[in-house]
């Protein structure tokens, strides 16, 4: 199985330096099948130039603006949709009118394409192409629901072009938060910066070499990947060179977060952050003295299309689940059920939710913690435990996460009626119906009920649509029958009288 490194090396022979598969394989020494998956895949994610003005070519004359406009859109595309020199010969034609000779489409193509990549291999370190961003995340303060004072972590992708910038917030700066708020800042803009600049973040590099070399996460190379952008990345304890977004870091946090918000929802203050960085794109650019909204126009038509496959974020780690139902991740214990003691499970671990299965079934769903050894549970993942041991309700460590109407007819209930009373509520629970829970308890108190059974019947009329078939429709040509029956002899057995 290749490594990550060597699946980027094939995909940059391919879609940079844009060698045949033939010349990969050799170059690589990989099977040309196995360089055809690698380079075709997309689901992850000068002085010395040579003379290529018009006057060189008279025979292209006036269509050379049109073929560089064709090349130029090229580069947002993957290769496999690009022009070749015979497209852009037989589009000139149809479309254009030209009467030239192949052979002078293709020269001028070669050479435009070399300049092209040699353009984009090497740029002076002052220049601010179009397009290109940096990335980094920003420490902040906030409220919490209970007013309480948390840490989180601001990721800003900036465009020094235009200095435009986008911010969105996260209770982390792992793996999961850099790679998802890349993913919503590419989703939100509509298009990938081609080439992005990082300092040397451990989410991303796992070890620096000499100069300009890093070994990167697995992680990170399959999104790159997936989404055809160039990471770069600053020497070891240079970060002036991304300086622009060093400098949006701190102004998103002067401005956008001050006053000290409250964050209760990180979804729902990443839809206030969108709305914070439009608005603060009319003001007047620092240098050029137009909107930087109007700027940012030249930066969004030089980013690279999206992919047509989205980019699942989150990445697998296994658990082995204690005599408690704990599986541990991060120092966190998640509580499965009881009944998976000893079992292994696998953890689908996503920037805000993990999920648990086992045996390929879903077992849990939980918000991901970032404290510190925490304990989360799920009420609903005990109740079958409980039914079998239902004195020991109240002295749980969850009984307070349950419902609270529940939790005051539990302390009611003696011991059979306690057992009967989580019995119906493990019912509606996997019925799928656990917001109902007090609503069967309400309406059963609305009535002057308190035992079990009156509480189901009510959690049934809730919860079971009555079932009232249709009227059944006759066609239109349905012969009707006379039928008059003699009903006498039931009269004479009944003791009744004959009707004639």
């Known amino acids: 199985m290749l490594k990550m490194a060597q699946k980027q090396y094939i995909k940059h022979l391919y879609e940079v330096e844009e060698k045949s598969l033939l010349e990969i394989s050799k170059t690589t020494g990989f099977n040309y099948r196995t360089v055809q998956k690698y380079a075709y895949q997309e ?144 989703e939100h803009v509509g298009g990938v910066p081609p080439r992005l600049r990082f300092d040397n973040m451990s989410t991303a590099v796992a070890q620096i070499l000499k100069g300009s070399e890093r070994v990167l996460t697995d992680g990170f190379i ?122 292994t499970v696998q953890a689908k671990i996503f920037f805000d939710h993990i999920e648990f299965f086992h045996d390929r079934q879903p077992v849990g769903s939980f918000s991901r913690s970032y404290g510190k050894n925490k304990e989360i549970y799920d009420w609903t993942q005990y109740l079958s435990t409980l039914c079998r041991k239902p004195g020991a309700t109240l002295d749980t460590r969850f009984f307070r996460q349950m419902p609270q109407l529940w939790q005051r007819h539990l302390k009611q209930c003696r011991a059979k009626e306690r057992k009967n009373a989580l019995q119906l509520l493990h019912e509606i629970v996997c019925d799928g119906n656990a917001s109902l829970c007090d609503d069967a308890l309400v309406l059963a108190g609305e009535n002057g009920r308190t035992d079990i059974d009156s509480i189901r019947q009510c959690y049934y009329m809730i919860a079971k649509k009555e079932y009232r078939p249709e009227p059944l429709k006759l066609l239109h040509n349905t012969p009707r029958l006379n039928y008059n029956p003699n009903l006498s002899d039931y009269d004479n057995l009944a003791g009744g009288v004959i009707h004639g």
Request: charged letters at 25%.
């Open 43 to 186: 689901d992850w994610s000068n002085d010395n130039l040579p003379n290529i003005e018009p006057q060189n070519y008279p025979t292209l004359g006036d269509f050379i603006p049109t073929i560089n406009e064709w090349l130029e859109t090229d580069r947002k595309i993957p290769r496999k949709q690009r022009h070749t020199a015979k497209r852009i010969y037989d589009r000139l034609r149809v479309e254009k009118g030209f009467s030239g000779s192949y052979s002078s489409v293709k020269k001028y193509v070669r050479k435009k394409t070399y300049v092209m990549k040699t353009d984009l291999e090497g740029y002076l370190p002052l220049a601010q192409p179009c397009g290109h961003g940096q990335v980094d995340f920003g420490e902040f303060m906030y409220y919490d629901g209970l007013q309480k004072e948390q840490i989180g972590y601001a990721l800003t992708i900036s465009f020094p072009q235009s200095n435009k910038g986008y911010t969105q917030a996260f209770p982390s700066q792992n793996q999961e938060c850099l790679l998802a708020g890349m993913k919503r800042i590419f």
């Open 222 to 343: 399959r999104f790159m990947l997936h989404y055809r952008f160039q990471a770069v990345f600053c020497n070891p304890a240079s970060g002036n060179e991304k300086g622009h977004v060093e400098n949006k870091v701190g102004y998103s946090r002067r401005n956008a977060f001050v006053p000290v918000p409250t964050i209760t929802s990180f979804e729902e203050f990443n839809e206030f952050l969108w709305d914070w960085c439009e608005e603060d794109a009319n003001r007047t650019h620092y240098k050029h003295k137009i909107s930087i909204q109007e700027l940012w126009h030249k930066d969004r038509d030089s980013l690279l299309k999206l992919p047509e496959y989205s980019f699942p974020i989150f990445r697998y780690e296994v658990a082995a689940v204690n005599k408690y139902g704990f599986a541990v991740i991060d120092t966190n214990k998640y509580g499965l059920s009881p009944a998976l003691s000893g079992q």
